[in-house]
């Protein structure tokens, strides 16, 4: 079952290439899902350039992306991963359902798995508890969805 994640493979399959698209907003934070995501698939086999990053601005930008690199039947999965921060105006909890939503209906369309690190704290500060806290919490939910990665990998192949 791994095999579709061995490195010594020469040529890559369309199910072995990744894509993960990254929001900007607090990069300082989001770039730590991204390294947790990119070691945690290194730890299972799959090479780094076997994934391909994708920068957008904001976390809004990320459903359009993902369902852009879908269509080119490139990827075997899509990886998001964002921050969403309440910034007093009662905006944030729209962004995040706007940008779940939209990744599921991409996957539901393109039948590419979406996989998500968009985030949502109750309450984020700009200050250096809530960073420190919250760049290290990114690197965990990163590996996570390395771990989410590799299964749906693993199921393309078995499932077709």
Same mark, same amino acid.
């Given at each position: 079952?791994?095999?579709?994640?061995?490195? =010594?493979?020469? @040529?890559?399959? /369309?199910? *072995?290439?990744?894509? +993960?698209?990254?929001?900007?907003?607090? !990069?300082?934070?989001?770039?730590?899902?991204?390294? #947790? +995501?990119?070691?945690? $698939?290194?730890?299972?086999? $799959? &090479?780094?350039?076997?994934?391909?990053?994708?920068?957008? /601005?904001?976390?809004?930008?990320? /459903? $359009?992306?993902? *369902? =852009?690199?879908?269509k @080119?039947?490139?990827?075997? &999965? %899509?990886? &998001?991963? #964002?921050?969403?921060?309440?910034?007093?105006i009662?905006?944030?909890?729209?962004?995040?359902?706007?940008? %779940?939503?939209? $990744?599921?209906?991409? *996957?539901?369309?393109? #039948?590419?798995?979406?996989?998500?690190?968009?985030?949502?704290p109750? !309450?984020?500060?700009?200050?250096e508890?809530?960073? @420190? +806290? +919250?760049?290290?919490?990114?690197?965990?939910?990163? =590996?996570?969805? &390395?771990?989410?990665?590799?299964?749906?990998?693993?199921?393309?192949?078995?499932?077709?």
């Open positions: 079952m791994n095999q579709i994640l061995d490195t =010594r493979r020469t @040529t890559s399959s /369309p199910l *072995q290439r990744v894509a +993960f698209v990254q929001a900007c907003w607090h !990069r300082d934070i989001v770039d730590r899902a991204r390294e #947790g +995501f990119l070691d945690g $698939l290194a730890e299972k086999g $799959l &090479a780094a350039d076997l994934v391909d990053i994708v920068e957008v /601005p904001g976390v809004f930008e990320i /459903p $359009l992306q993902a *369902q =852009r690199l879908a @080119t039947g490139r990827y075997g &999965a %899509i990886a &998001a991963s #964002g921050f969403v921060v309440d910034g007093g009662y905006r944030h909890e729209f962004v995040s359902t706007a940008v %779940i939503d939209g $990744l599921m209906r991409v *996957q539901l369309d393109t #039948g590419v798995p979406v996989l998500s690190a968009v985030l949502t109750i !309450r984020f500060h700009e200050h508890e809530h960073r @420190t +806290f +919250f760049r290290e919490h990114f690197r965990v939910k990163g =590996r996570e969805l &390395a771990e989410a990665c590799h299964a749906v990998l693993a199921l393309n192949e078995t499932v077709g």
